[in-house]
């Protein structure tokens, strides 16, 4: 069974950065997309960042220039957050596609969510 374990998230004042990482564990095969995604109390969870095996790059229209994704590793990504902004407020969850042992295609697994709170 694989898990996804979220760290980084805190309290920061506006204008500050945060680093998040995730990382899968259990015996994987392979993983194709990673993201991230976000969501705000009172709202949808929405997309912030996403990467493909391939290496292409999507970003909310509210994070460019701000945030920017990497795969640090086979089972890592990371989320770094400059210049943020009050209204980046929410608990951020990580997302992977994965190919693990017991299962014969490829995967969503979601993350726990860790919060994010800045400050103004």
């Known amino acids: 069974q694989v898990h996804l374990v979220e760290s980084g998230g805190g309290l920061v004042q506006a204008g500050g950065s945060l680093r998040l990482s995730c990382t899968a564990s259990?015996?994987?095969?392979?993983?194709?997309?990673m993201g991230w995604y976000r969501q705000a109390p009172g709202k949808q969870r929405e997309l912030v960042a996403a990467?493909?095996?391939?290496?292409?790059i999507n970003y909310s229209d509210s994070v460019k220039g701000r945030f920017t994704i990497s795969r640090d590793d086979k089972k890592t990504v990371a989320l770094q957050m400059n210049s943020l902004k009050s209204e980046d407020t929410a608990v951020y969850y990580c997302?992977?596609?994965?190919?693990?042992?017991?299962?014969?295609?490829?995967?969503?697994?979601w993350g726990q969510g860790t919060p994010v709170t800045v400050s103004s």
């Open positions: 259990g015996t994987i095969f392979d993983i194709n997309a």
């Open positions: 990467r493909t095996s391939g290496g292409n």
């Open positions: 997302n992977m596609d994965v190919w693990a042992r017991g299962q014969d295609r490829y995967l969503e697994v």
